[in-house]
């Protein structure tokens, strides 16, 4: 049974950061392509950040763009998203998730990914 479990989420001030780790188990991830995605309250789940397969291209929403880095450590079977500058608007249930076949830009989409963890909630106080 493949599984994704997402840890490191807690609360934090606004401009401070945190790192997220995925730990995959089950099955190894190591020719998938990894992704992060969130949810906040009221709002439906949004891309993040996703790398492909050996970690040499990695793509980002917007608004995190200059300020979120993602990276894998395939030798753990880890996923690592590290959040620097964190603002409000950051709070939300983080999730990571492992795509199938998916690469580029179709990393942004949700539905690429057929392996999901069960989240992990950052909420930055201004």
């Known amino acids: 049974q493949a599984q994704l479990v997402e840890s490191g989420g807690g609360l934090v001030q606004a401009g401070g950061s945190l790192r997220l780790s995925c730990a995959a188990s089950?099955?190894?991830?190591?020719?998938?392509?990894m992704g992060w995605f969130r949810q906040a309250p009221g709002k439906s789940r949004e891309f993040v950040a996703a790398?492909?397969?050996?970690?040499?291209?990695?793509y980002y929403a917007d608004s995190v763009k200059g300020r979120f880095t993602t990276s894998r450590d395939d030798a753990k079977n880890t996923l690592y998203l590290q959040m620097n500058s964190l603002q409000s608007e950051d709070t939300a249930v983080y999730y990571c998730?492992?795509?199938?076949?998916?690469?580029?830009?179709?990393?942004?989409?949700?539905?690429?990914?057929?392996?999901w963890g069960q989240g992990t909630q950052v909420t930055v106080s201004s």
């Open positions: 998730a492992a795509a199938g076949s998916a690469y580029g830009p179709a990393l942004a989409d949700r539905n690429e990914y057929p392996y």
């Open positions: 089950g099955r190894t991830f190591r020719s998938y392509a």
């Open positions: 790398l492909n397969w050996n970690g040499g291209s990695t």
